[in-house]
């Protein structure tokens, strides 16, 4: 398969413009300052992300008298954003190429509601529903995507019909509440893996040795890029920066790894299934042609069209991939809920395009990466269990966290500006 060219004043994988200045080796010495001056920033954008997470949490810790770290409440963290982070990997996408979706909320809802339905009136087996659910994700997707893709309706009215649709559908759907979902299905987003591999003194040994492999794959995936980045003669960020930034993000994976193990559930299940989505999907847009055309389409959609890009067919996909992943996170929500609930979804969308744009997704689309994304997932989940251990009222959660947004966008804002001048 031959690769499309990205085209110049496009991003990559990074957040860092790929234009020709840093693909071309040999360019004269002030371009290659200018390259430089460019890594370095994009560097200090995920810097300040990863930062700013790092103090949030250590600020909650002081505030809550130590009890936000405590295992159970962290255990509890992943399950309760377990759905943000779902959402956020698959909106990351639709925003960096420029589009936005507003349905996802709804779409949750419904989803969730015609699972419960295929388990307790159906009677189908609970794997299948979610299998029913999962393909019928992917039919609203195609739905959406060839409004968007193929006639040419903004993504903003299609997403904004679309959440009226089928909020309206699962209102329809679900007279009332729908219990007694079976034990195996609440046990998704209600259990964890505890006791496999036995335990050293009070610590789960599964979970240990699933932190240290992803320590290793972390460290393994750092050297490869950098070595990749070496190969073609592409800027780098200094070693010392490098080392830092390896040892500083170990150091918190297993300072997290020995917390959970030891919680009263060990590993959640539900952080295999978010932390198998973040690996797929980082390779997805940072490794194959697919996730380059999604970036170039975002950097600049006429000079993708001019380079052999089939936007019509990456922006359809895009919006189907978005309905798989609303199902994953509404068998995950419908899960921990135990029943199909129609004010299921409620301001999801929200969270989820809030994750991405605190995570440093640029809001004119083209750059933002899935770490970004799930670390501004995990910025409003720590706000929203932080705040809520401090009984703060909803009402002020809710303003705190508008107030956390509208300045994580203003600073991007900023800094561009100040890039530009």
């Not at 830092?244 to 300072?255: C, E």
């Amino acid at each position: 398969m031959t690769e499309t060219p990205v085209p110049a004043g496009s991003a990559d994988s990074s957040g860092v413009g790929l234009n020709e200045e840093l693909l071309t080796p040999g360019k004269e010495p002030g371009d290659g300052a200018s390259a430089a001056d460019r890594v370095k920033k994009g560097n200090l954008r995920e810097y300040g992300i990863l930062g700013a997470l790092v103090a949030i949490i250590l600020l909650f810790e002081v505030l809550t008298d130590g009890k936000l770290l405590q295992p159970d409440n962290v255990s509890s963290l992943i399950q309760q954003n377990a759905y943000v982070m779902i959402l956020a990997i698959g909106m990351v996408m639709v925003i960096v190429a420029g589009h936005i979706d507003l349905s996802v909320g709804s779409v949750v809802a419904f989803i969730g509601g015609v699972m419960a339905i295929a388990m307790m009136e159906w009677n189908l087996p609970w794997v299948l529903a979610v299998l029913f659910g999962i393909g019928l994700g992917a039919l609203i997707g195609a739905w959406q995507g060839f409004w968007v893709a193929y006639i040419g309706v903004p993504a903003f009215i299609v997403t904004l019909a679309g959440m009226l649709i089928f909020r309206g559908l699962t209102i329809v759907i679900i007279g009332q509440t729908i219990g007694g979902l079976p034990d195996g299905f609440q046990q998704i987003s209600n259990g964890g893996i505890l006791g496999w591999l036995g335990y050293a003194g009070e610590l789960d040994v599964f979970t240990l040795v699933l932190g240290l492999l992803a320590v290793a794959g972390f460290i393994i995936s750092q050297l490869r890029t950098r070595a990749t980045l070496h190969k073609h003669e592409l800027m780098v960020e200094p070693f010392g920066a490098f080392v830092a930034k390896m040892v500083i993000i170990s150091a918190m994976l297993l300072f997290f790894t020995w917390v959970l193990a030891r919680s009263a559930i060990g590993t959640p299940y539900v952080l295999i299934i978010v932390g198998a989505l973040i690996a797929a999907y980082t390779f997805l847009m940072g490794r194959t042609i697919f996730g380059r055309h999604i970036y170039a389409i975002g950097g600049n959609v006429h000079a993708a069209v001019l380079s052999g890009v089939n936007v019509k067919k990456v922006n359809f996909w895009i919006f189907v991939n978005m309905g798989v992943l609303a199902a994953v996170a509404a068998a995950v929500t419908t899960s921990r809920a135990g029943a199909g609930v129609a004010a299921a979804g409620t301001n999801y969308e929200l969270d989820a395009i809030a994750a991405c744009f605190i995570g440093g997704t640029a809001v004119t689309g083209g750059v933002g990466k899935v770490s970004g994304a799930i670390i501004g997932a995990l910025i409003m989940g720590v706000l929203n269990m932080g705040l809520s251990i401090m009984a703060v009222d909803p009402a002020w959660q809710q303003a705190i966290k508008g107030l956390v947004l509208l300045a994580a966008v203003a600073f991007d804002l900023i800094n561009k500006r100040r890039a530009a001048s």
